[in-house]
């Protein structure tokens, strides 16, 4: 499940040329994300875009993808996956900090079971 849904993303993201917003505009979610996704997921998603580690299309994207999930799938493990999964289709460096962080969730080695 989760497997398939990562490819589709990949296969979108890749295909799409992202425009430039301002990367520091601030995200307002609606209520159904804002229920469904954790402080913690939108502070990491926050947190990505003020490092200009991603853009705002593709927090979209990321946003979009976790609003797809079952809601028990919905972790901030998962979102630093499809954060890695996002910048390696677009091919983006990683800011060292957050390259760390999301290098660690990829060695636990369990979230695309």
Known sequence: GKT???MHLINEVASVDTPAFPSNSMRVF?????SVLS?????????????????A?????????LMHLPYDEITLEVAKTLAILVLWAHRSELPMLVGDE????????????
């Open 4 to 6: 398939l849904l990562f």
């Open 30 to 34: 609606n209520v159904d994300e804002a």
């Open 57 to 65: 299309v593709q927090r979209e994207y990321i946003i979009h993808a």
């Open 39 to 55: 402080p913690e997921i939108r502070g990491f998603l926050h947190q990505l875009c003020a490092e200009n580690a991603i853009n």
């Open 102 to 113: 999301l290098m660690s969730v990829m060695q636990q080695g369990n979230i695309m079971h």
